[in-house]
């Protein structure tokens, strides 16, 4: 079974900051992973599939990269509303999942 | 627009059953599988379980395979998780969520409901 390994497990940044979270999987899955953010309370949102494609209505300070094992999710100038926990997951193989351990990005 | 939401969530005893419905509007439904995805409180994301457009492929994670059983009603738009020999360890919140089968976006879960609370405690 693939593994989904994320780095760092929280992460403390200012408004304007630029955030790098990492995602590693554990045998390569091509571009197969899409990223989500979540806020407390709430249902994850899909930000990123196909590892670099931006899904609709998400602000183009998002991007991520990344092919085989390694990927990488950047948040440029962080905004207040991006305070939240950020997930990533494979979707190269049926089932769908599984989903790395989450990162955190907090308020310095 | 899209939209899901989760149902039949509580509070039931160690061996107990549970069932969860998912109500779907939107979007044609048989286009899409449809998974559940749990959380438990404070943790990471679980994928539990998938059925396909016309129920040709169903699976589940190990953790609850043989206890849980995923269905889907398509004349109702609805899916379903019966959840029998319930644990501690399956207290979680459950999400139900669209499936993309195909495209770039395949694999992804692109809706989610807002989610429903079970809590396994005697």
């Known amino acids: 079974d693939i593994q989904m390994t994320q780095s760092p497990s929280s992460v403390s940044a200012s408004v304007g900051d630029r955030v790098t979270i990492t995602c590693r999987a554990s045998?390569?899955?091509?571009?197969?992973l899409a990223w989500y953010q979540q806020k407390p309370g709430k249902a994850p949102n899909l930000l990123i599939y196909a590892a670099s494609s931006l899904q609709s209505g998400v602000p183009s300070r998002f991007s991520g990269s990344g092919s085989g094992t390694d990927f990488t999710l950047t948040i440029d100038s962080l905004q207040p509303e991006d305070f939240a926990t950020y997930y990533c997951?494979?979707?190269?193989?049926?089932?769908?999942?599984?989903f790395g351990g989450g990162t955190k990005v907090e308020i310095k | 627009q899209v939209h899901l939401v989760e149902s039949g969530g509580g509070l039931v005893k160690p061996g107990g059953s549970l069932r969860l419905s998912c109500g779907a509007s939107?979007?044609?439904?048989?286009?899409?599988?449809m998974s559940w995805i749990r959380q438990t409180p404070g943790k990471g994301l679980e994928w539990v379980s998938y059925i396909s457009n016309y129920y040709t492929y169903i699976n589940y994670a190990d953790s609850v395979k043989g206890r849980f059983t995923i269905s889907r009603d398509n004349a109702q738009n609805s899916v379903y998780l019966q959840m029998n020999s319930l644990r501690a360890e399956d207290t979680a919140v459950y999400f139900c969520?669209?499936?993309?089968?195909?495209?770039?976006?395949?694999?992804?879960?692109?809706?989610w409901g807002p989610g429903t609370l079970v809590t396994v405690s005697s």
């Open positions: 997951q494979q979707a190269n193989s049926f089932p769908p999942g599984p």
């Open positions: 045998q390569g899955i091509s571009n197969w």
């Open positions: 939107g979007f044609t439904f048989t286009d899409y599988y």
């Open positions: 969520a669209r499936v993309v089968g195909s495209g770039s976006q395949k694999g992804t879960f692109d809706y």
